[in-house]
């Protein structure tokens, strides 16, 4: 009795899915090549009509909320500001340290006139 539910070998059973799939494939309807070149137009076209509803919607949305001041820039210039000011009270720390030679292009380079 235990022999009758035995599974066959691993390599039986995969040869055995390999051979359901290819049968599978001849009962298959392949289309056309006009069939085929029609459908992925329509698809194409399809993509294309969605993408370009989308991008007009995404970008009439950012107007609307742009005019009604959603967004508003506040928040970036104060953090500039107090970078800018770190930056400065850095700057005047470190010189009054030491003294930095200064190489500017102006006096390096040769004036044209």
């Known amino acids: 009795m235990a022999d009758k539910k035995k599974k066959p070998n691993i390599f039986k059973?995969?040869?055995q899915?390999?051979?359901?799939?290819r049968?599978?494939?001849?009962?298959?309807?392949?289309p056309t090549k006009e069939k085929l070149a029609q459908?992925?137009?329509v698809v194409l076209v399809?993509?294309?009509?969605?993408?370009i509803f989308l991008t007009a919607i995404g970008k009439g949305a950012g107007w609307i909320l742009e005019k009604?001041?959603?967004y508003k820039q506040?928040?970036?210039t104060s953090a500039t500001t107090i970078v800018e000011s770190s930056v400065e009270s850095a700057v005047t720390s470190d010189s009054s340290e030491t003294t930095p030679v200064?190489?500017?292009e102006e006096t390096s380079a040769p004036s044209e006139t």
């Open 13 to 15: 059973r995969i040869a």
């Open 17 to 21: 899915k390999f051979n359901d799939v």
């Open 23 to 30: 049968l599978e494939l001849k009962r298959v309807i392949w």
């Open 39 to 41: 459908n992925s137009a």
């Open 46 to 51: 399809v993509i294309i009509a969605c993408t």
């Open 68 to 70: 009604v001041g959603f």
């Open 74 to 76: 506040n928040v970036e």
């Open 102 to 104: 200064e190489t500017s």
